[in-house]
């Protein structure tokens, strides 16, 4: 099948992150978040190049990414789910032996009773709700389930307790997070009274390995840093001034580019593709790239985004189409038909990075990457060229 864009995922680049993620988390343990198509790096092409350089544990949101994963990864790996596993996908995971999150009683007695359907113990994490009020126990019950857990021991097993801290990236949520540290301490305390045993104590994500590395536990759930970015600008300046950081230790793991379908001439005067956002006012070389909204380049990028092409930036001229964008290449010697054209990553000496991407289109790191469609190609190589 043809394509007009492909992406590439560096397992250089990732061999690099991890790396400084071992030293970041030390004894805790490293559980690589995939959801969102592997933070829109594909998750059935990351996940398992992540493996081959030594990743045993990886966490998904629903069982529907579980199930793709499912037989796919070396063995040895463990799969948890953290969120979306109800109804048949529920027996399914506790029959493969999956892990999943339990935060209310519907899904423990589902699981209790999935186990003793199956006679294999349902693998469940308790979540607790410590502050971020989406999903966990009350703290005022957590000492009931865990008991109800130690009771039905023959069908369910704490595989961990966890919870999720609110905005840790944030020096402003140090309040709310400092609330919810002392409220998981204290269930951590409970499962110890209960002799129930707390499994995997996790609470760290990227954010949280970085900022509060009290809370790594066992084990950490590491999302965006694996890629190779910063949860967001303020961790990262605080991380790099306590540790004397002058260089940035994170490699980007995606590069993607197209090419150049077209090229031709605008004269002065003239406006370019639909409506009458951009008027030359002069001639003015355009290279059109098959490359739109349809396919993850965001609308919002008319007449602001740059493409690199010959290792310069073009900027794009006009409102960026569902299946195209125009480009400026005016002051580039040489654009023909064919050349490569990087939306995202380094071509040269110059790059486009995923965090001025995203200022321009006003997406968040994680919402540009996940927004990438699935059906752009997605290929392996040791480094970008």
Not at 207 to 229: H, K, W
Not at 288 to 294: K, L, N, Q, V
Not at 316 to 338: A, F, L, Q, S
Request: charged residues 20%; contains cysteine; proline residues 3%.
């Amino acid at each position: 099948m043809f394509q007009g864009s492909t992406i590439e995922i560096s397992s250089e680049a990732l061999q690099a992150n991890l790396a400084f993620i071992g030293k970041v988390l030390g004894k805790a343990q490293l559980c690589s978040v995939v959801k969102g198509n592997a933070y829109g790096h594909g998750i059935n092409v990351f996940t398992p190049m992540a493996a081959q350089l030594g990743v045993t544990r990886f966490a998904v949101y629903s069982a529907s990414e579980a199930w793709q994963l499912h037989g796919r990864l070396p063995a040895g790996c463990e799969l948890f789910i953290m969120g979306d596993v109800d109804g048949s996908a529920l027996e399914w995971a506790v029959e493969q032996g999956i892990s999943f999150s339990v935060f209310d009683n519907a899904r423990l007695e589902h699981a209790i009773a999935a186990g003793r359907r199956t006679g294999k113990k349902a693998l469940a994490h308790l979540e607790v709700e410590t502050g971020m009020h989406r999903t966990g126990f009350e703290m005022e019950f957590f000492g009931e389930v865990l008991q109800r857990c130690k009771t039905d021991a023959d069908a369910i097993e704490v595989a961990g307790i966890c919870t999720h801290l609110a905005g840790a990236e944030n020096r402003s949520n140090a309040e709310r997070v400092l609330g919810q540290k002392v409220r998981f301490r204290e269930a951590l305390a409970m499962a110890g009274k209960t002799g129930s045993g707390p499994g995997m104590r996790h609470a760290a994500c990227s954010a949280v390995s970085l900022n509060e590395p009290d809370m790594l536990y066992d084990m950490a759930r590491i999302g965006i840093l694996q890629y190779g970015f910063w949860p967001n600008r303020e961790t990262q300046e605080r991380y790099s001034e306590q540790h004397g950081m002058v260089e940035d230790p994170l490699r980007r793991v995606i590069r993607w580019w197209s090419r150049v379908m077209s090229v031709s001439t605008l004269p002065a005067g003239g406006f370019v593709g639909y409506g009458a956002t951009f008027n030359a006012e002069a001639g003015t070389r355009i290279a059109t790239i098959p490359m739109g909204y349809a396919y993850g380049y965001a609308r919002s990028l008319s007449n602001a985004g740059p493409v690199l092409i010959r290792g310069q930036l073009a900027p794009v001229r006009g409102i960026v189409n569902m299946n195209c964008i125009t480009v400026d290449v005016t002051g580039i010697e040489g654009v023909e038909k064919g050349d490569e054209a990087v939306l995202i990553g380094a071509q040269g000496e110059r790059s486009i990075s995923v965090a001025s991407f995203g200022d321009l289109s006003d997406q968040l790191n994680y919402e540009l990457l996940t927004r990438l469609p699935h059906d752009i190609p997605r290929v392996v190589v040791e480094k970008h060229i």
